[in-house]
Nanobody, 119 residues
Framework: VQLQASGGGLVQAGGSLRLTCTAS????????MSWYRRGPGKRRELAAN???????NYADSVKGRFTISRNNAKNTVNLQMNSLSPEDTGVYYC??????????????WGRGTLVTVSS
C-alpha cells in the first residue's frame, strides 16, 4: 500500500484546510485509515481515523472542528479541518492499517504534509 498525502499549507487562525490521502496498491485490505500529527516539540498523536465501515474516532482536541471522511471508490481519505488554531500546527501523516487473510496487521505511512496556522 502506498499513501500520498496532500493539502497542507499556511492558514490564518480560524481558517480551514482540507487534507487528502490517496491510497494505491493492495487497498482492498485496508481496515482503518487515519491522520496522525506531530506538532513542534510534541509527540505524534492520532487526530482522527475511520474504519472501512465508516466508523470514526477523533482526538478530543479536534472534536467538533475536524471531520474525517473516506471515499472508497476513489481510494481517498480526507480530513476537513475548520476553526484552525496555532496549536494545530504540525506535520500531518496519513496512515493505513491493513489486515490480511491470516488476520496479520500491517502499518503503512505516507509522507507528511505540513500544516502551519498563524496567529
Amino acid at each position: 500500500v502506498q499513501l500520498q498525502a496532500s493539502g497542507g499549507g499556511l492558514v490564518q487562525a480560524g481558517g480551514s484546510l482540507r487534507l487528502t490521502c490517496t491510497a494505491s496498491g493492495s487497498i482492498g485490505s485496508i481496515a482503518v485509515m487515519s491522520w496522525y500529527r506531530r506538532g513542534p516539540g510534541k509527540r505524534r498523536e492520532l487526530a482522527a481515523n475511520i474504519t472501512s465501515s465508516g466508523n470514526t474516532n477523533y482526538a478530543d482536541s479536534v472534536k467538533g472542528r475536524f471531520t474525517i471522511s473516506r471515499n472508497n471508490a476513489k481510494n481517498t481519505v480526507n480530513l476537513q479541518m475548520n476553526s484552525l488554531s496555532p496549536e494545530d500546527t504540525g506535520v500531518y501523516y496519513c496512515h493505513a492499517l491493513t489486515v490480511d487473510s491470516d488476520f496479520d496487521l500491517t502499518d503503512y505511512w505516507g509522507r507528511g504534509t505540513l500544516v502551519t496556522v498563524s496567529s
